[in-house]
């Protein structure tokens, strides 16, 4: 059984930067077992599987280790697939997944992300996650992730954190973040607990990080960027419950698995 797939650099208008994913846009969905072992063939930090559903669209994300509740950077890969690739019409489109309701429309030559806002709550692990980064921590928030805050930018650039011991926290993965030079905030993403070292660009962690850098900046309009290596920038908006992060993606490669 052929099936399609696409691989989507998002968060970047330019390829090999950004986020890749694998987008499969299904006519019925795989047995779980199958998806997460293509996702493991793929060894991206995550392949998106979606399929229509009613007048929307339902949306699953699997590293290569187990599947996760909510992905940024692979909705806006699947979207960007959609409309661009497989021609669906209108302005925007609505998913529905672990975590809820989701949609993504086209504005202004960007794609926008409109996700769940996340609040965590402050956590006395500060001494413990800075021997891990090895870095000062000024503070630790906690929930399904961990938000560490740090002094500077160049801190969250020259962290070399401990990926055994960072693998043992509580959480998904810990956000690492700090005000930027150039941007309202800067952040890195480490989950080697759920199979992934260092995400590129993540935008599911702005999803706490907006709210975060909102209150500290007094401003619901933010720009971001991630650090990493490949890096990645983003536009976030608070919005009440909801935040907004706009980005653009690029193809790179498109083919087709044999089962």
Known sequence: MPLEFHQIDAFTDQPFRGNPAVVYRLDAWLDDELMQRIAAEHNQAETAFTVREGDGWRIRWFTPACEVPLCGHATLATAHALFDLY???????????????????????????????????????????????????????????????????????????????????????VIVTAPGVRHDFVSRYFAPGIGIDEDPVTGSTHCILTPYWAERLSKHDLSAYQCSARGGELHCRLEGERVKIAGQAVLVASGTLHL
């Open 87 to 173: 021609g669906e019409p209108g302005e925007r489109l609505d998913f529905v997944c672990l975590s809820g309701a989701l949609a993504v429309a086209r504005e202004n030559g960007r794609l926008v992300l409109d996700f769940p806002a996340m609040w965590l709550e402050p956590a006395p692990l500060a001494e413990q996650v800075a021997a891990i980064l090895g870095q000062r921590v000024l503070e630790v928030r906690a929930g399904k992730e961990l938000l560490a805050v740090l002094e500077s930018e160049q801190a969250v650039r020259d962290c070399e954190p401990d990926l055994a011991a960072l693998a043992k926290l509580p959480g998904l993965g």
